[in-house]
Nanobody, 127 residues
Framework: QVQLVESGGGLVQAGGSLRLSCAAS????????MGWFRQGPGKEREFVAA????????DYGDSVKGRFTISRDNAKNTVYLQMNSLKPEDTAVYYC????????????????????WGQGTQVTVSS
C-alpha cells in the first residue's frame, strides 16, 4: 500500500513557476514508477510527466515538454514537478500517481495503469 500526498499548488501569474511535491508513504517507493496527471475544468485527465524508479528515464506530455521537469528523491520518498513558463491552459488539479506494474522500470501513459493516487493539488495560472 502506498499513500501519496501532493503539495505546492497555488495561484501564479502566466510566465511564473511552481514546484509540486508528492510525498509517498511506505518502504517500497523504489518499486514504483511515478507520474503526474492533471485535469482541467471540463477536460479529461491528461498525462503530464512520469519517471522510472531510478530516475534514469523521464517522459512528458507534448503540452508541457520543455517547460516542466519531473524528478525524484528516493531517500525522501518524494517526487517533484518543476513547472516553468506557466500558461493559463496549465490550470488544473494536478495528481501524483504510482505505477508498480513494471517494477518501476517502465513509463506508462494511461491513468488506468497507475495503482495509487494522491488527492490532487490545485494549480491556477492567471493571465
Amino acid at each position: 500500500q502506498v499513500q501519496l500526498v501532493e503539495s505546492g499548488g497555488g495561484l501564479v501569474q502566466a510566465g511564473g513557476s511552481l514546484r509540486l511535491s508528492c510525498a509517498a508513504s511506505g518502504r517500497t517507493f523504489r518499486s514504483y514508477a511515478m507520474g503526474w496527471f492533471r485535469q482541467g475544468p471540463g477536460k479529461e485527465r491528461e498525462f503530464v510527466a512520469a519517471i522510472t524508479w531510478s530516475g534514469g528515464f523521464t517522459d512528458y506530455g507534448d503540452s508541457v515538454k520543455g517547460r516542466f521537469t519531473i524528478s525524484r528523491d528516493n531517500a525522501k520518498n518524494t517526487v517533484y514537478l518543476q513547472m516553468n513558463s506557466l500558461k493559463p491552459e496549465d490550470t488544473a488539479v494536478y495528481y501524483c500517481a504510482a505505477d508498480g506494474g513494471t517494477g518501476g522500470r517502465r513509463i506508462r501513459y494511461r491513468d488506468y495503469a497507475y495503482d495509487y493516487w494522491g488527492q490532487g493539488t490545485q494549480v491556477t495560472v492567471s493571465s
